[in-house]
């Protein structure tokens, strides 16, 4: 159920596997392989077309990374298309697989290896670095990362990988389901919720509820809103329809704005709705966030003025 996200990520290499195993070029290098490796280990194979021995040895790679579910990346390295970094690391004969851990080569070998070895060389290169667990963290901070460039595919993919190590791992269900969220898909972060253990009970999960809520209130047309608003500041209902717009876009700033902008005229217009909104709203954007911070006070210095 999560292909549709997967594999939209930012980067220009091409990922499969749900992004365990992709293709990297000079350009990506650095980004791929030695930032990847700060996360977990990465192996980098360097290859060519016109080498057997290298399509020999790729096709088990990729078994056997996809095999470790997730303790291991695989990237890729055409030499004659991208013969830098296979310079600086003196590749002298292909195939040549060189492992990174923390930004570093750490070990490496040269030739095809049977499937054993190549198992053993991982199984070396994972060492104690804490099984499913370990990988979590990894991919949580992958995840927190994409999500903070603007990255939604990247994000997505990362805690569909969690999800397929801990089916019930509620920040991965979140995540996840604010990914769809995001990209429009509000049946889909609906479905993604619902794998959530029955009683869950997660800030992240609250969050994402509360904004598939304002989102299902959402809808309207924010230009017309605009306009009547331009015409007369002081219609609170237009406002306050354009803040549930503005919410339902995942914009909780603006919506923010526009409530915090109807209390200051009338704290109690229509039963008080406007705080209730705006409650539901740092609840969606995160109690613990810098829309929610920021509201708090400027409620606090209007309730309180």
């Known amino acids: 159920m999560f292909g ?62 996809t095999a470790a579910k997730g303790a291991v990346k695989l990237v890729k390295v055409n030499v004659d298309e991208n013969p830098g970094y296979a310079g600086q690391l003196r590749v002298q004969s292909i195939p040549a697989v060189f492992a990174f851990k923390d930004g ?89 919720l619902d794998m959530a253990p029955a009683g869950a009970n997660d800030p992240d999960l609250t969050a994402v509820r509360a904004a598939l809520a304002l989102a299902a209130k959402g809808g309207a047309e924010t230009a017309a809103l605009e306009r009547r608003l331009q015409a007369d500041p002081s219609d609170h209902q237009a406002r306050f329809e354009l803040a549930q717009a503005r919410a339902a876009q995942g914009d909780f700033a603006a919506a923010s704005d526009q409530l915090l902008q109807i209390i200051e005229k009338d704290r109690t217009w229509n039963g008080d709705a406007a705080r209730k909104e705006l409650l539901t709203v740092f609840e969606a954007a995160g109690l613990s966030s810098d829309i929610a911070k920021a509201g708090r006070r400027r409620l606090s210095a209007i309730l309180f003025s």
């Not at 030739?111 to 991919?139: M, N, T, Y």
Request: glycine residues 10%.
């Open 104 to 192: 570093q080569p750490v070990d490496g070998f040269m030739g095809a290896l049977p499937e054993s070895q190549l198992k053993a060389f991982i199984d070396r290169l994972v060492g104690d670095a804490g099984g499913p667990s370990a990988d979590v963290e990894a991919l949580l901070a992958q995840a927190a990362e994409s999500v903070a460039l603007g990255d939604v595919g990247g994000a997505a993919q990362a805690y569909a990988q969690i999800l397929s190590l801990e089916p019930e791992n509620l920040k991965a269900i979140a995540g996840l389901a604010r990914c769809y969220l995001v990209n429009g898909d509000a049946e889909r972060a609906t479905e993604v």
């Open 4 to 65: 549709d996200l997967i594999g939209k990520g930012k980067s220009g290499a091409a990922a499969t596997d749900g992004g365990l195993i992709k293709e990297a070029t000079d350009a990506s290098f650095m980004a791929d392989v030695v930032e990847a490796s700060r996360h977990q280990p990465v192996l980098v194979d360097f290859w060519a077309p016109w080498c057997g021995p290298c399509r020999q040895l790729t096709p088990l790679l990729e078994k056997v990374v």
